[in-house]
């Protein structure tokens, strides 16, 4: 049975920030990600292969900045990246390790949530 919509990539993730360069430096300088597009002070876009993040200013009719959904980032060395997070001024969670994935959270400067994980097995 087809269906008329199919979901065939990763599109982006929209993030509603009240300040956008100040998000911008952050996912770019601090988290190291590329700035792909920018338009004005109302848009723009970083990335790492396979993901894309939408920034977007927010407004009354869009969205409320901070808090609303959760980005997860991989990473190959969670340990590493967790120091290098404090190092960079973020304090992310201790790392919770359940035996399949250590996971450790933190936030942007709008208040919304990420993560980064490492599977088990890898490093």
Do not use: C
């Amino acid at each position: 049975m087809s269906t008329p919509f199919a979901v065939r990539k990763l599109g982006h993730t929209v993030v509603f920030v009240s300040d956008l360069e100040r998000s911008r430096k952050f996912y770019t300088d601090v988290l190291g990600m590329d700035l792909r597009i920018r338009a004005g002070m109302d848009w723009a876009e970083v990335g790492v292969p396979g993901l894309t993040i939408g920034l977007h200013h927010a407004s009354h009719d869009l969205g409320p900045a901070g808090g609303h959904g959760s980005i997860g980032l991989q990473v190959d060395d969670i340990d590493a990246t967790v120091a290098l997070l404090r190092s960079r001024g973020v304090q992310p969670s201790d790392i919770e390790d359940n035996g399949f994935l250590k996971i450790a959270h933190f936030h942007d400067p709008e208040g919304n949530p990420l993560y980064v994980t490492q599977l088990a097995g890898q490093h």
